[in-house]
T-cell receptor
């Protein structure tokens, strides 16, 4: 597709339920980021992939959060045993390069809105 | 560590000019971005500065001073549709261990009124 695609757009989960959020980046993009954005806040970094390698997962809030990108394209963010504080928008972003002089274009998806009840 | 500060809220009048300031501290500065985000939508790219000075793009301009760790976004001829959150984001290379990491401020909610 032309842009970063995320699904589902909206998800309501019961507390304790597992959820999986999908990100389909722009074809050929090396770098992929996941961010969490709570209401009224800026996006908070969760994790970064360079191709299939997860180089940074320092932002994942707990071991209930897990992300993968097994073939270096589509990525999945999984949240186990969801809790109410997990309610947020989960944004995926991708960019073409990965080196220090990479261009300035980072593309964001529309986000997955998660509400835990 | 990294720290990005910007005002929480601002109001302005249609047709006026508004300046949104951003200060940052980061160990591996590699560019500063401004994004616009309407409620319920993804951030959209507005501007990018990596060298000191002013970048102008239509009604929007962005300024950077690396020595002061300071940037501002200037919006001219404000329109009602400019009511949105404006996110300052710093691209950090040095502290991230070998990749470009985008770190966001909390955002400034701008309300434009008639």
């Amino acid at each position: 597709g032309a842009g970063v695609s995320q699904s589902p757009r909206y998800k309501v989960a019961k507390r304790g339920q597992d959820v999986a959020l999908r990100c389909d980046p722009i074809s050929g993009h090396v770098s992929l980021f996941w961010y969490q954005q709570a209401l009224g806040q800026g996006p908070e970094f969760l994790t970064y992939f360079q191709n299939e390698a997860q180089l940074d997962k320092s932002g994942l809030p707990s071991d209930r959060f897990f992300a993968e990108r097994p073939e270096g394209s589509v990525s999945t963010l999984k949240i186990q045993r969801t809790q109410q504080e997990d309610s947020a928008v989960y944004l995926c972003a991708s960019s073409l390069g990965s080196d220090r002089s990479s261009g300035n274009t980072i593309y964001f998806g529309e986000g997955s809105w998660l509400t835990v009840v | 560590g990294q720290n990005i500060d910007q005002p929480t809220e601002m109001t302005a009048t249609e047709g006026a000019i508004v300046q949104i300031n951003c200060t940052y501290q980061t160990s591996g500065f590699n560019g500063l971005f401004w994004y616009q985000q309407h409620a319920g939508e993804a951030p959209t790219f507005l501007s990018y500065n990596v060298l000191d000075g002013l970048e102008e793009k239509g009604r929007f301009s962005s300024f950077l001073s690396r020595s002061k760790g300071y940037s501002y976004l200037l919006l001219k001829e404000l329109q009602m549709k400019d009511s949105a959150s404006y996110l300052c984001a710093v691209r950090d290379w040095g502290s991230s261990g070998g990749y470009n990491k985008l770190i966001f401020g909390a955002g400034t909610r701008l309300a434009v009124h008639p």
